[in-house]
Each structure stands twice: as C-alpha cells, then as structure tokens.
Nanobody
Framework: QVLLKESGGGSVQAGDSLSISCRDS????????MGWFRQAPGKEPKEGEF???????????QYSGAVEGRFTVTRDNAENILYLQMNDLEPGDTAVYYC????????????????WGQGTQVTVSS
C-alpha cells in the first residue's frame, strides 16, 4: 500500500527558497517512480502541470521548462521520502504541489500516476 503525505509548503517572497517533501508510510516506496505536479486549488490534481519526475533509483530526473535550473527533485529510499528543493521562486510557482507514485515508467503525464498525496500549498508573492 502507498500512502503519500506532503509537507513543507508555505508562503514566501519572490526569490526565496523552499523545500517540500513527501513521505510514503507504506513499505514499497523504492519500487515506484515518483513525480511532482502542481495545480490550482480546488482543481483536479490529475489535470495539473508536470513539475519534476524521478525514477525509482533516483538516477534519472526530468523537469518542466518552467522550473528547470531552479528546482531539484531527490529521493531517500531508506527513509521513504521524496524531496523538491525550490530556489528562486516566482509568483507563477504559486500552486498546490502534489507528489504522486507510479509502478510504471516515470511519465510526464499526471494521468499515468496511481497514487497521490493530499497536496501542500506554496504561495509566492512579489
């Protein structure tokens, strides 16, 4: 079973950094490719925007053009935690950030992901 829970969101100023994390309380975290997606509050996460993905070993990552060079995705399989380090934040990064897990290939489409957390709000003001 996969139970994902994000934490670390908050309100920051443009140019600030913020790290969010996603903990899996199950026992199979290392078997899943993981992704970070973002969406406006109240909207369906599976229709959200791709942010970053990472394979099950943590050796392959991919980022959206909007965040590449500013965000870094990592994972700690021993602790069952996925991280997203966000630097030089912009007002356009404001969204609810979701982590998601898939048993398949780390795809860019959120619809390819089987398990989702509840989301954490990140607000960036100018």
């Amino acid at each position: 079973q996969v139970l994902l829970k994000e934490s670390g969101g908050g309100s920051v100023q443009a140019g600030d950094s913020l790290s969010i994390s996603c903990r899996d309380s199950g026992r199979t975290f290392a078997s899943f490719a993981m992704g970070w997606f973002r969406q406006a509050p109240g909207k369906e996460p599976k229709e959200g925007e791709f942010v970053a993905i990472i394979d099950w070993r943590g050796t392959r990552t991919q980022y959206s053009g909007a965040v590449e060079g500013r965000f870094t995705v990592t994972r700690d399989n021993a602790e069952n935690i996925l991280y997203l380090q966000m630097n030089d934040l912009e007002p356009g990064d404001t969204a609810v950030y979701y982590c998601a897990a898939t048993v398949g290939y780390p795809a860019l489409s959120p619809r390819s992901y089987d398990y989702w957390g509840q989301g954490t709000q990140v607000t960036v003001s100018s």
